[in-house]
């Protein structure tokens, strides 16, 4: 197998170990879904829309944000639903 190949694999098992109910990559799509639009959603967080960007990009190839990072985008994302934002 290619590298390329191992890699899609590697990305696949990380993206089923984060298997749970309130993993990041759902929080970032509420927010979107809440927010309207990344730009709105970046702001929110108190991140330029490059910074959110590459965190968002990361997030979706299966990098496992810093634990500073994803503790943020999960507490924003429970604010939002605890003030009653409906998806």
Do not use: W
């Not at 694999?9 to 993206?15: E, H, N, W």
């Not at 590459?54 to 604010?79: F, T, W």
């Amino acid at each position: 197998m290619s590298t390329r190949k191992y890699m899609y694999i590697f990305r696949k098992m990380v993206k089923n170990l984060q298997k749970e109910d309130n993993t990041v990559e759902s929080c970032v799509n509420y927010l979107f879904e809440v927010c309207g639009s990344h730009e709105k959603a970046a702001e929110y967080l108190g991140y330029s829309i490059r910074q959110y960007r590459d965190i968002r990009r990361k997030i979706l190839i299966g990098y496992i944000p810093p634990p500073r990072i994803e503790n943020l985008i999960r507490a924003k994302a429970q604010e939002l639903q605890a003030a009653g934002a409906s998806k």
